[in-house]
C-alpha cells in the first residue's frame, strides 16, 4: 500500500525568505502523480504544484517549486519569497496513474509567516 | 465558474438521527470522492466514484454510505452519527486522465450533538 509521510507538524519562516517543507513517499509503482496543497484556514484545500513521475525536471511555479528524488522517494516543496498569504496547511499527496483514483495525503505541515 | 459546491456548510445533527451530506459539481469528472477530515489532520478517504462504479474504502464504517444518481451530485449519509463523526467533510472531483488534479468543495463542518 502507497503511503506519505511529512515529518514537519509545524514550520516557520520570516516574510521574504524561503523554506522548504519535506515529503516521502512509498510505493512499488514506476509511475505516479505527487502534488502539494494548500489549505488555508477555513478555507478550501487548492492544489500548489504537481509532479508526474515520469518527468526528470522538477515542476516550478511561480515562487514555489519541488525537488523530486525519484529513488529516494523524496518530495519537497520550497516556497521563495515567502508572503503572510502562504500561512496555511501544506499536504503532499500521491496517485497512481493506472488502476485506480485513489488521492492519498501525508499528515500535513502546518506553515506559520512571522511579518 | 467551473467549480465543486458542496451544501450545506455547518450541519448540526443530533446523535443517532440520520443525516446527508451533499456535493455537486460542474467539472464532469468522471471521479468523486468523499474524505472525513478531523483537526488539522490529513483527510482520510472514505469512498470514491469512478462514473458509477463505487469504490469503498476498507476501513470505512458501515455506518457511512454513498449515492451519485448522476455524474453532478454526490451524497454522504451518515446513518447513525455518533460523537466520533464529528469533523469536515471534503469532496472532491478528478478526471480520469489529464492532469489529475483533485478539485475540492468548501467542506461540511459536521457537528453531532
Known amino acids: 500500500a502507497q503511503t506519505v509521510t511529512q515529518s514537519q507538524p509545524e514550520m516557520s519562516v520570516q516574510e521574504a525568505e524561503t523554506v522548504t517543507l519535506s515529503c516521502t513517499y512509498d510505493?512499488?509503482?514506476?509511475?505516479?502523480?505527487l502534488f502539494w496543497y494548500k489549505q488555508p484556514p477555513s478555507r478550501q484545500m487548492i492544489l500548489v504544484i504537481r509532479?508526474?513521475?515520469?518527468?526528470?525536471q522538477n515542476a516550478t511555479e511561480n515562487r514555489f517549486s519541488v525537488n523530486f528524488q525519484k529513488a529516494a522517494k523524496s518530495f519537497s516543496l520550497k516556497i521563495s519569497d515567502s508572503q503572510l498569504g502562504d500561512a496555511a496547511m501544506y499536504f503532499c499527496?500521491?496517485?497512481?496513474?493506472?488502476?485506480?483514483?485513489?488521492?492519498?495525503f501525508g499528515a500535513g505541515t502546518r506553515l506559520f509567516v512571522k511579518a | 465558474d467551473a467549480m465543486v459546491i458542496q451544501n450545506p456548510r455547518y450541519q448540526v445533527t443530533q446523535f443517532g438521527k440520520p443525516v446527508t451530506l451533499s456535493c455537486s459539481q460542474t467539472?464532469?469528472?468522471?471521479?468523486m470522492y468523499w474524505y472525513q477530515q478531523k483537526s488539522s489532520q490529513a483527510p482520510k478517504l472514505l469512498f470514491h466514484?469512478?462514473?458509477?462504479?463505487?469504490?469503498n474504502e476498507a476501513d470505512t464504517p458501515d455506518n457511512f454510505q454513498s449515492r451519485r444518481p448522476n455524474t453532478s451530485f454526490c451524497f454522504l449519509d451518515i446513518r447513525s452519527p455518533g460523537l466520533g463523526d464529528a469533523a469536515m467533510y471534503l469532496c472532491a472531483t478528478s478526471n480520469r486522465g489529464g492532469n489529475a488534479e483533485a478539485f475540492f468543495g468548501q467542506g461540511t463542518r459536521l457537528t453531532v450533538v
Open positions: 466514484y469512478y462514473d458509477k462504479d463505487f469504490n
Open positions: 509532479q508526474e513521475a515520469y518527468k526528470q
Open positions: 467539472l464532469n469528472h468522471n471521479v
Open positions: 510505493t512499488s509503482e514506476s509511475d505516479y502523480y
Open positions: 499527496a500521491y496517485r497512481r496513474t493506472t488502476g485506480g483514483f485513489k488521492t492519498i
